[in-house]
């Protein structure tokens, strides 16, 4: 056979096996998208009670308690639209699993786990099983309790919209209601309002953890305020408790990430 038609039935054949090799990972990730998308449903059906009217709120900060009804102001006065919409938890149905809290906010109803490492729940659901959704879970470096300054939940942008797909959305600032809610096994729950949106590739500063001075700890919120996309009514506090989420912006691969940094209402509000 002529060298040249038998290297242009060569890199046919390799071009017919990419196509084959890509469509079955297409076919696989979509598979394991459908899987993780009743896994969550399940869970959320099973561990979620109809959606409560906060007759009896239990709103925390990391040392002081609020009354009610100064809750539902200070609420009120922050623009929360979700004032009404308080998720009942069935913890008892989640024990002997790593979640240590519960994330909701606009498009996103899911438990937050957390490991000894930063690897096992990216590409895991809560009951272990592979899948590359993964789950969202909270920094390994950060006590389960949230009570660090700065608490880091990571989760993938996924392109169907689950995980945190949809964080790109608080790039409008018109999206959303600017608060998203933490709930706690203990029974507590945390409002935090939105303090900064922002992108930026991979940077160290903005996943500070900890922080040597309350002086420091201003710096790293004026930083981030300082380079948010949206701008935020939140105010740097040296008694501010903050959680991070975080995820990738860009196609897979990218250093790029988006990070949406709330502070905490009780702190905000004192």
Known sequence: MDPEKRAARVLLILAVLAVIC????????????????AFYRAMQKEAIQTPQVPADRADRSKETRRSRDEKDLSASASGDDRAESLLDIRWEQLKGTDVVAWLQLEDVDYPVLQAKDNEYYLHRLPDGTVNY???LFLNAANGKDFADRNSFIFGHNMADGSMFGT????????????????????????????????????????YTVSFVSDQAFLEYQSY???????????LPRADARLVTLSTCFGLAGTRWRLLVTGQCLDAAEE
Do not use: H, N, W
């Not at 990972?25 to 993780?36: H, L, P, R």
């Not at 959305?169 to 922002?198: H, K, M, N, W």
């Not at 981030?224 to 939140?234: D, G, N, P, Q, W």
């Open 22 to 37: 890509g469509g079955i990972a297409f076919g696989k990730k979509a598979v394991e998208y459908m899987e993780s998308a």
């Open 133 to 135: 959704g993964g789950s």
């Open 224 to 234: 981030m305020k300082s380079i948010s996309l949206v701008e935020t009514a939140a």
């Open 167 to 206: 964080l790109r959305r608080y790039l409008d600032p018109e999206y959303g209601s600017g608060c998203f809610r933490i709930y706690y096994p203990d029974g507590q729950t945390d409002q935090f309002r939105i303090l900064s949106v922002a992108v930026t590739e991979a940077d160290p500063q903005a």
